[in-house]
């Protein structure tokens, strides 16, 4: 087994702060974050029937987000993009790159109810990118785990 293909369907969410309860348990402070995972573990566990890698990978992750209604013309123009929609997603709302590689891997990894990694510190090569969907395209991500062995 050389290459493990996940698409994951949903709305990709930044692993965020941490909250300290009156009780003293952390709970993760986005409310995003839980469903996002839970999308991961779902398409992990229908792409991937093996017991979870302990050896060293690369994973490669493309996230997805659905464009805005500004991205697009009004009345007969509605579904073509306007020429000033960027191509790569830099709103602070969808999160920081590397705090949706945080979430997303966290999802892959039985040590945070994930399956397919035993952690995920055996991610020793990584490459990630944000970008907005293409005409018909769903929201999500794209994962690539390759063993490196």
């Not at 702060?17 to 999308?39: C, F, H, N």
């Not at 490459?127 to 018909?136: E, P």
């Not at 991500?141 to 062995?149: F, S």
Request: aromatic share 6%; net charge positive; glycine share 10%.
């Amino acid at each position: 087994m050389n290459e493990i293909k996940i698409r994951v369907v949903g709305i990709p969410a930044a692993q965020g702060s941490k909250t300290l309860t009156r009780y003293g348990a952390m709970i993760e402070s986005s409310k995003k974050v839980r469903p996002w995972r839970q999308d991961v573990k779902q398409a992990s566990l229908q792409s991937y029937q093996g017991s979870p890698l302990n050896m060293p990978v690369k994973a490669t992750l493309e996230f997805v987000f659905n464009r805005p209604k500004s991205h697009y013309g009004t009345g007969k123009n509605a579904t073509l993009l306007k020429s000033s929609a960027p191509n790569y997603c830099v709103s602070r709302g969808r999160g920081d790159i590397d705090k949706l590689v945080r979430s997303t891997l966290d999802g892959l990894s039985v040590s945070a109810g994930g399956t397919v990694l035993e952690d995920d510190c055996l991610v020793t090569e990584l490459s990630s990118l944000k970008r907005y969907a293409k005409y018909g395209e769903l929201g999500g991500a794209y994962i690539t785990i390759q063993t490196l062995q």
